[in-house]
């Protein structure tokens, strides 16, 4: 597992990266078509249902409603959206929470502008027949993850449990075919494919852990600061996006992933809808002890996914605070 020095040396090697930035600040007024206002999103993974609100206000005109010339750049194992923010190649980005605390902790300028899910999908996924069914039932069990993935000291330290770590491989063969294995996945997306092959999962959701990130949409300090209004009607657009995406036609969103991402068919993308639906993501679900609006985040979560990682040392103590990581300025009024 990748220890306090190798996370710290891997995000300082982001936040580098991410200062280049100041050359090509002018990148998003450049180039205006139709009197529109250009800007980039830098998505985290191919486009699929957990980005449906944003093809939503793309497919139907709701982000040139309001004066901007949206681009939805798909993403992947290696899409780099905080370097891409950073740099202002992309002016909005999207990436867990977590994420982006720990980069501005490490010097990044970044700021988290709004949630599009209230909770991280991320789960443990076991077989249904697996007999753990507590987080702390996990003690020296093998695992597969993401080595880097804050959650991990974190539970092991909540739960006084040692974990045995696989870095993940974004496969499913050895847990489709080893009832025993258990493996990290989002719960709206790999398990269609694991079920497709007649195994029945169950998850050990994160947040249930008390580790409760957001997944979120960031942007440039300095874009923040000379943007704002584009900000504000970037929100109003995609928060009417969600709202038709998940309470109303998911059409529209659907026809555009299907043309653009090869790897997805129908039956997916109903299936990861009704799993965003279902846990409530957009809204926050009870369960987790909280309901919201969409798009809404909160100084008081922010601080405490920070107290959360300083009492990790994964972040030194008194080095940011809510205000430095958040705003909820650009928000909706309605």
Request: glycine share 6%; net charge negative; proline share 5%.
């Amino acid at each position: 597992m990748m220890n306090k020095t190798q996370l710290i040396t891997s995000l300082s090697l982001c936040a580098a990266s991410l200062v280049a930035y100041l050359g090509c600040s002018e990148k998003a007024d450049s180039s205006a078509q139709d009197g529109l206002f250009p800007l980039s999103i830098q998505l985290d993974w191919v486009a699929e249902p957990e980005h449906g609100g944003l093809y939503t206000a793309k497919a139907l005109g709701y982000f040139e409603e309001e004066g901007l010339d949206v681009t939805l750049v798909q993403g992947g194992t290696g899409s780099y959206s905080l370097n891409k923010v950073g740099a202002n190649i992309a002016q909005v980005g999207q990436a867990d929470s977590t994420s982006v605390v720990m980069a501005t902790a490490n010097g990044a300028p970044l700021i988290n502008i709004a949630a599009v899910f209230q909770q991280d999908p991320s789960a443990m996924m076991l077989h249904a027949s697996n007999p753990i069914t507590e987080w702390k039932e996990l003690d020296g069990k093998t695992i597969m993850a993401r080595p880097e993935w804050p959650f991990l000291p974190y539970v092991q330290k909540q739960y006084n449990i040692t974990l045995e770590v696989i870095p993940q491989n974004f496969q499913l063969q050895r847990l489709i075919q080893d009832p025993s294995f258990i493996q990290q996945g989002f719960y709206i997306a790999e398990p269609f494919y694991v079920e497709q092959q007649g195994v029945d999962l169950k998850y050990l959701y994160v947040w249930d852990a008390g580790f409760d990130a957001y997944t979120s949409l960031f942007t440039n300090k300095r874009f923040a600061r000379e943007h704002p209004e584009e900000l504000k009607a970037l929100l109003r657009a995609l928060k009417k996006g969600y709202i038709e995406y998940v309470e109303g036609d998911p059409t529209p969103a659907h026809e555009i992933m299907l043309k653009i991402n090869p790897k997805v068919t129908p039956e997916y993308l109903a299936w990861s809808r009704n799993q965003i639906i279902t846990e409530k993501l957009h809204r926050g679900n009870p369960s987790a002890g909280f309901f919201a609006d969409y798009l809404e985040i909160t100084a008081e979560r922010f601080q405490k996914q920070i107290d959360q990682l300083v009492e990790l040392e994964v972040i030194e103590a008194d080095t940011i605070t809510a205000k430095d990581v958040m705003t909820a300025e650009f928000l909706p009024s309605e």
